[in-house]
């Protein structure tokens, strides 16, 4: 296989959460995906961590990455985008929580877009985020792009997950994805998932409402509706890099779903 893959991540947001926010595209989303939203995360629960996992296809206890603050790997793993790098695909990032520019190495990326959450309104500054991966993505065509959306996340932190406001927040979320699915879905393989859950206004438990994530998966190797087993965080970099042709680490943990 040769497909192009985009994957949009909408920080902190639950599963139950597509149909609570009662945004009309939700129930598109799983229409047209093999989709399951009992998708686990890893433990802890925590947003740097699950995202090393999930680019580096290991448990936290062999990256070593427990909270927010980024640590070299004392055994280092080869994640996603170096992979994709070493076989001549080219990456873009689009971001706006800062800590991510740790979960590749210099000279994987071809292209990254930052923007501050926390100097911009969070809202505000998904909506940038959408808006230039969508630009770039319609004249450079990466191979692999990464979307980041973390006003799901920080409105869990502020109101309280499933609260009104943190529904709107995933409305917006979808709004978003919405815009990047339509455009691109006959040029990419895309899939729509989260790195955690929450509760109250936090998150990091081995809780379910915790550690359950969605996992949309959206492409012509996908059979639209649910999937027999859950997977893991871990299977999304093994499964990108077989899409797109391109061996697995050796030390990956995950397994491919294709």
Not at 53 to 74: E, W
Request: negative net charge.
């Amino acid at each position: 296989m040769n497909r192009k893959v985009l994957l949009i991540l909408a920080d902190g947001f639950r599963p139950d959460a597509l149909s609570a926010c009662r945004h009309p595209f939700a129930q598109s989303l799983l229409e047209m995906g093999s989709y399951c939203l009992d998708t686990r995360t890893v433990y802890p629960s925590v947003t740097l961590p699950c995202h090393m996992s999930l680019f580096h296809s290991v448990s936290t206890d062999r990256h070593g990455i427990l909270t927010n603050t980024f640590v070299p790997m004392a055994r280092p793993v080869s994640g996603l985008c170096e992979q994709l790098a070493a076989e001549e695909k080219t990456c873009a990032f689009f971001y706006d929580w800062e800590e991510l520019r740790d979960l590749t190495r210099p000279g994987s990326l071809a292209y990254s877009y930052y923007v501050s959450g926390n100097r911009m309104t969070h809202a505000r500054a998904d909506r940038m985020v959408t808006e230039n991966a969508l630009e770039f993505l319609e004249k450079e065509q990466p191979d692999f792009a990464f979307v980041y959306l973390g006003l799901t996340d920080h409105v869990g932190h502020s109101s309280g997950w499933m609260e009104p406001e943190y529904l709107e927040a995933c409305r917006q979320s979808l709004d978003e994805t919405q815009q990047l699915v339509e455009r691109f879905r006959e040029d990419y393989t895309i899939f729509f998932t989260a790195d955690h859950g929450g509760h109250g206004r936090n998150h990091g438990s081995a809780e379910d409402c915790d550690m359950k994530i969605p996992l949309i998966c959206i492409g012509p190797d996908f059979t639209p509706g649910p999937m027999d087993s859950a997977p893991n965080i871990m299977d999304l970099a093994p499964t990108i890099t077989r899409l797109m042709g391109v061996r697995a680490a050796s030390e990956w943990e995950g397994q491919s779903l294709v």
